[in-house]
C-alpha cells in the first residue's frame, strides 16, 4: 500500500498526456524507458492495459527515495508514506531527465576546470502579487551571463540551454520575507528550503497562462499544470494537502487528473486553483 501519492501521480498524468498528444515527446520517453522508470511508466499509462504493472512500477519507483517511509502494519502489509511538494518529487523522480542543461565555459585555457555542466530538472521561480510572467522570467533565466571562475582568476561564460520539457515550479514568497531572513539563525537555511516553505497560494486561471514559450529556436507548447488544494495553509508551503494535474490536451481543451476521483474530468479554463508546478 502507498498512501499520499498525489504529488508523483500529478506528475505522471502530465508526463503520460504530453507523451499521448506529442510524438516528439512520446519519442524523448521512449529513449530513456529501458534505463528511467519514471519515463517507462509515463508511457506505460498511455499504452498498458494493466493497471496492476503500472501500480506495480510506481511502487519500485517511489520505493527508491521513501524506502525510510515504510511502515509494516498488522498482518505484514507494508505501508509506504510518500507525502512530498510536487516540486521536490519532480527532482526525485525526474533526476535523469533534466530541464535544462547549464554550461560554464572558463575564458582561461588553461583553468583546471575549463568546462563544467549542471543539470537542473526544473527551474523556480519567485512570483509576485500573483504576477505569472513565464516567457519574460524564462528568458531572463537562460540569458548569457558571466560568473566568476571559483578555480582560477578568470571569469567564465555561462549558458542555458532547455532539453524536450521545461518544468517550472512557481513560488509566491511574501514581501516581509526578505526582512525575516536578516535575523541570524534564518541565513544559514538555504534559499530553496525558505522557498520551499514559506511560500504563499499562487491564484491563477488555467487559461490565463501562457500557451507558448519561445526558446531560442525551439516552441514550448504548455502540457499541464500541477495545483495544490491545502485548506488552511496560511503562508507555508507544505505537503500535507492535495494535488491534482490539469493537462491541457492536443485539441485545447483542459481535462482534471485526481486520484480521489475515479474518473478523468474537464477542467474549466476559467477556473481559478493554487497554482504550483
Ligand atoms: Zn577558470
Redesign the pocket.
Known amino acids: 500500500m502507498i498512501s499520499n501519492t498525489c504529488s508523483v501521480d500529478s506528475i505522471l498524468s502530465i508526463l503520460a498526456t504530453s507523451a499521448a498528444d506529442s510524438s516528439s515527446y512520446r519519442k524523448y520517453l521512449y529513449n530513456l524507458k529501458e534505463t528511467n522508470l519514471t519515463a517507462s511508466i509515463a508511457l506505460q499509462m498511455i499504452t498498458e492495459k494493466k493497471v496492476k504493472q503500472i501500480y506495480y512500477n510506481r511502487a519500485l519507483l517511489l520505493l527508491q527515495f521513501f524506502s525510510s517511509k515504510v511502515q509494516t502494519l498488522v498482518g505484514g502489509f507494508k505501508l509506504i508514506d510518500t507525502t512530498n511538494t510536487a516540486a521536490s518529487m519532480v527532482n526525485k523522480i525526474m533526476d535523469e531527465m533534466p530541464s535544462f542543461v547549464k554550461t560554464s565555459v572558463?575564458?582561461?585555457n588553461f583553468?583546471?576546470?575549463?568546462m563544467l555542466e549542471v543539470k537542473s530538472t526544473q527551474l523556480s521561480l519567485n512570483v509576485y502579487d500573483g504576477q505569472i510572467n513565464l516567457s519574460r522570467d524564462l528568458l531572463a533565466y537562460i540569458e548569457i551571463s558571466e560568473e566568476n571562475?571559483?578555480?582560477?582568476?578568470?571569469k567564465?561564460s555561462v549558458t542555458v540551454a532547455a532539453t524536450e520539457h521545461i518544468m517550472i515550479e512557481l513560488n509566491s514568497i511574501p514581501s516581509d520575507l526578505e526582512l525575516s531572513t536578516s535575523t541570524g539563525n534564518i541565513e544559514i537555511v538555504p534559499l530553496h528550503l525558505i522557498k520551499q516553505n514559506f511560500t504563499q497560494p499562487i491564484k491563477a486561471k488555467l487559461d490565463n497562462l501562457e500557451k507558448f514559450l519561445t526558446v531560442g529556436d525551439k516552441t514550448y507548447k504548455l502540457r499541464g499544470v500541477v495545483s495544490f488544494f491545502g485548506g488552511e495553509r496560511r503562508g507555508l508551503r507544505n505537503a500535507m494537502g492535495h494535488y491534482t494535474a490539469s493537462a491541457f490536451r492536443g485539441n485545447h481543451k483542459w481535462e482534471t487528473y485526481d486520484d480521489m476521483k475515479k474518473k478523468v474530468e474537464n477542467a474549466r479554463a476559467s477556473t481559478t486553483n493554487d497554482e504550483e508546478l
Open positions: 572558463c575564458n582561461n583553468c583546471s576546470v575549463p571562475c571559483s578555480f582560477c582568476v578568470n567564465r
